[in-house]
C-alpha cells in the first residue's frame, strides 16, 4: 500500500509540474515576447512484441495501448501510456518442462527528452531520438506450471496487487507529414514490491540462485497523430508538437520578416515636401503645389494646374482660357434674353456643375496633441473661405483626422475638436454660415501615412464637397482631448 500511494503521489507532481511549466511568468505589463507558439496534443497507438527477462526462458508474445503526450518545451515532454501485454516464459532444462503464461495491464507516466533538438540546423526534424524514463502501476496475473512455489505448489495462478513500476526506453521517430508520424521504442519496465521476481512464476524456490526480479522488456512501433488546430486565445493556427520544431524557427522568421522590411529613405529629389518613397511624381516644377501623393494639384479640375493657373478654383460649368481663368458670359440686356429665350427654350437646360465633389481643396496641418490652428495655415483657410463665398450653394464638410499615436478614444476625441475648430475659425474669421460647414471626425482610421506613432501628414483637417443631406457628426465618447483654443462666440451658435 505505501508503494502504491508513493508512485500515485510522483505521477501527480510530474503531471502538474508539465502542464504548469509552460506558462512562465511574463513581466510586469505583459511586454515579454514568448518564441515559443501554441502547440498540438499527439495521440498515439501502439503494438509490439513483449517478452519476460527472468528465471525461465524468454517468449515473443504481444501487445499494445495508447499514449497521449504533450510538450513541455523544444526538448522535454510528458506522456501517459496505457500497455495490455500477454508474453509467456518456458525452460525445458530440466526434467519437466516449467511454463508459465503473464497477462499484463499498466498505466505509466513518463518524461521524454528530444536528445537532438538541441540542432537548430532546420525548420523541423525529420527524424527525433526520443529517451525516457517514468513511473506506473501494473496488475498482472502469471498461470505457471512444474513452478515450485514457497507454499509447495508446482501448479496455479499468481494474480498480483496493484503494484508500482519503474520502466526506462529511447526510440527513433520518423515524421512522414505535419499530422503523423512513425515512432520505433524499446521500453524495459520493472515492478516494485513482492511481485518483482513473479513475472514467469518462478522466484527460485530450492535452487542456489539469487532471487531479484524480473523485467518485461516491450519492443514495438507507434503510430502518432498531432491533434489541435488554432489556439483560442489568439486565434493563430497551433504548431507541430514543438519536439519536432527548431526553437529558432520563430526567431529566425521574425528576423527575416525585419530584413525585408524597405529602409527608410528621406530624400526628396523635387523638394516638393515629399520624399521619394511615397511620391508618384518625383520631378514636380519647382513651387509647385503638390497633393499628398507629390502629384502637381489642379484644385478645380480644368486641366490648368495650379502653379500656371491665375483663378485655381474657377467656378464649375464654365470654359477656362489657357490662364485657367473662367470665360463667364457677360451680362446682356433683356431684348437678348427674350431672343434667346425665343430661339433655344425647347432645347435650353441650367449649367450643370460637373466635378464639385472631386474638388482637393486645401488640407490644414495641426502641431501633436493639438486643435490650435497655425499662422501658417491661415492661408488655406482663406482659400477654402473664397471657394464657400464664390459658391453660395456648396456645402463643405470637414473632417478632423489624427496620427497613429495615443489611444483610439482619445484620437476620436481630439479628431473632432480639429474639425470644430477649422469650422469656428471660418465662421468667425470669414462670416461663413453655420450651415453651409458639416463637422465630420475620423480619429486615427484614414492615415495618409500608415505608420505607428507620430506623423504630420496624418495630424490634419481636410475639406470636401458637402453630400446631400449629409448632417453632423455627434461629439465621440471620451474625455476632452488634445490642447488649444476655439473661436467661436455667442452671435456664432457656440
Request: zero cysteines; hydrophobic letters at 35%; proline letters at 4%.
Amino acid at each position: 500500500m505505501t508503494v502504491r500511494n508513493l508512485v500515485l503521489a510522483v505521477l501527480f507532481i510530474s503531471a502538474t509540474f508539465g502542464l504548469t511549466a509552460q506558462d512562465a511568468a511574463a513581466p510586469a505589463g505583459g511586454s515579454y515576447r514568448s518564441f515559443t507558439p501554441a502547440d498540438q496534443w499527439e495521440l498515439g497507438i501502439h503494438a509490439g512484441l513483449p517478452f519476460i527477462q527472468g528465471d525461465l526462458g524468454s517468449k515473443i508474445g504481444f501487445g499494445g495501448g495508447l499514449h497521449v503526450r504533450k510538450s513541455l518545451d523544444h526538448i522535454f515532454s510528458v506522456r501517459v501510456n496505457a500497455l495490455y501485454a500477454q508474453a509467456k516464459s518456458e525452460d525445458t532444462d530440466v526434467s519437466l518442462t516449467r511454463t508459465a503464461d503473464m497477462s499484463w495491464f499498466s498505466g505509466s507516466g513518463q518524461l521524454v527528452v528530444t536528445v537532438n533538438n538541441f540542432r537548430f540546423n532546420k525548420p523541423y526534424r525529420k527524424i527525433a531520438l526520443n529517451v525516457f524514463a517514468g513511473l506506473g502501476a501494473t496488475k498482472f496475473t502469471t498461470d505457471y506450471e512444474n513452478v515450485v512455489q514457497e507454499n509447495g505448489a508446482s501448479t496455479g495462478s499468481y494474480k498480483s496487487d496493484l503494484s508500482g513500476t519503474f520502466e526506462v526506453g529511447a526510440g527513433l521517430g520518423f515524421r512522414v507529414s505535419p499530422k503523423f508520424n512513425i515512432g520505433l521504442e524499446y521500453t524495459a519496465t520493472s515492478v516494485f514490491g513482492e511481485g518483482a521476481d513473479l513475472l514467469d512464476g518462478s522466484n527460485n524456490v530450492g535452487r542456489e540462485v539469487t532471487t531479484f526480479r524480473d523485467f518485461m522488456h516491450y519492443p514495438h512501433l507507434t503510430l502518432n497523430f498531432n491533434l489541435g488546430g488554432t489556439d483560442k486565445a489568439t486565434g493563430a493556427k497551433k504548431s507541430e508538437p514543438l519536439y519536432w520544431a527548431n526553437p529558432l524557427s520563430q526567431v529566425s522568421d521574425a528576423i527575416t520578416a525585419l530584413e525585408a522590411r524597405p529602409v527608410y529613405d528621406p530624400t526628396d529629389t523635387d523638394g516638393d515636401g515629399i520624399i521619394d518613397m511615397i511620391d508618384q511624381e518625383k520631378e514636380s516644377k519647382a513651387g509647385a503645389r503638390v497633393d499628398t501623393k507629390g502629384v502637381a494639384m489642379d484644385s478645380d479640375m480644368d486641366k490648368v494646374l495650379d502653379y500656371n493657373d491665375k483663378e485655381p478654383y474657377s467656378p464649375p460649368g464654365y470654359p477656362v482660357d489657357a490662364n485657367g481663368v473662367a470665360q463667364v458670359p457677360k451680362a446682356i440686356t433683356e431684348a437678348d434674353v427674350n431672343r434667346i429665350v425665343d430661339a433655344k427654350l425647347a432645347n435650353f437646360k441650367l449649367p450643370v456643375q460637373k466635378g464639385l465633389s472631386d474638388w482637393f481643396l486645401p488640407i490644414i496641418n495641426f502641431d501633436m496633441n493639438s486643435y490650435n490652428i497655425d499662422y501658417s495655415e491661415y492661408e488655406k483657410l482663406y482659400q477654402v473661405a473664397q471657394v464657400l463665398k464664390n459658391n453660395t450653394d456648396v456645402r463643405i464638410a470637414v473632417t478632423g483626422n489624427t496620427d497613429l499615436s495615443g489611444s483610439e478614444r482619445h484620437n476620436n476625441v481630439l479628431s473632432y475638436n480639429r474639425a470644430k475648430a477649422a469650422i469656428e475659425f471660418l465662421v468667425n474669421q470669414y462670416g461663413i454660415s453655420r450651415d453651409r460647414l458639416v463637422l465630420d471626425w475620423a480619429g486615427e482610421t484614414n492615415a495618409l501615412v500608415p505608420v505607428k506613432g507620430a506623423t504630420s501628414l496624418n495630424r490634419r483637417a481636410e475639406f470636401r464637397v458637402a453630400k446631400a443631406g449629409e448632417a453632423d457628426k455627434a461629439r465621440p465618447e471620451g474625455p476632452e482631448a488634445g490642447k488649444g483654443r476655439f473661436m467661436g462666440n455667442k452671435a456664432s451658435g457656440y
